[in-house]
């Protein structure tokens, strides 16, 4: 379960620094100037996403919010939605945050998929 964490945490990292590739249309692009998500800010993201995962009633549009009092920081996370892939369950997410109480949305899609040990990770 730790690195499940860590994998989440560099995944929003990375995604919050990494510019798009040229020729891309991204609306949701941020220069390095911009603010980010806190350590703590990333632990809440990370158990809204825990909830979703184990939520064993989970369906299309189910979500989950998450916020900080402490940085101003919020979003929430989003079932989007539900599929079997290679005889295993796997659900989209997208999940917005809104870094240190700013206006501009972050917004990232991921697919989750059980891996055979009973955890939910990230396909890659």
């Not at 860590?6 to 220069?31: D, E, H, K, T, W």
């Not at 900080?68 to 939605?81: E, F, I, K, L, Y």
């Not at 989750?112 to 890659?124: F, H, L, T, Y």
Request: net charge positive; proline share 7%; aromatic share 8%.
């Amino acid at each position: 379960m730790r690195y499940y964490h860590i994998y989440v945490a560099m995944i929003c990292f990375g995604l919050s620094v990494v510019p798009p590739a040229v020729g891309q249309i991204n609306p949701f692009r941020s220069g390095r100037s911009q603010s980010r998500l806190t350590a703590e800010d990333l632990a809440l993201l990370d158990a809204s996403i825990d909830q979703l995962n184990t939520d064993p009633h989970l369906s299309v549009g189910a979500q989950k919010d998450w916020s900080n009092p402490a940085t101003g920081s919020h979003g929430q996370s989003v079932v989007t939605r539900i599929f079997p892939d290679r005889q295993r369950p796997c659900h989209q997410m997208r999940h917005e945050a809104y870094p240190l109480g700013g206006t501009q949305v972050r917004t990232y899609i991921l697919t989750w998929c059980r891996a055979p040990d009973g955890q939910w990770k990230v396909k890659s």
